[in-house]
């Protein structure tokens, strides 16, 4: 097999990762961008993200970059 099946292999398994690591988070009530970020990059992240419990409360929100530096003055 050549290596641009084991490339297009890949990038499928890591899409695909992606795309249920996405669905998993929401289910959990994680942030999901997180979570598609480094399964995409590292697709057994998945793994560990099924074997977290699921969080309780409301959903983590990660700040916002204007929300973040609001005290500051340009």
């Not at 690591?21 to 999901?32: H, M, P, Q």
């Not at 590292?42 to 309780?56: D, G, S, T, V």
């Amino acid at each position: 097999m050549s290596g641009a099946f084991w490339i297009v292999a890949w990038g499928l398994v890591a899409t695909g990762s992606a795309a249920v690591a996405g669905i998993l988070a929401s289910v959990k009530n994680r942030d999901y961008s997180f979570w598609i970020a480094w399964t995409f990059v590292f697709p057994p992240m998945a793994i560990i993200l099924a074997a977290l419990p699921a969080y309780k409360g409301p959903r983590p929100k990660r700040p916002r970059l204007d929300e973040d530096h609001h005290d500051r003055v340009w």
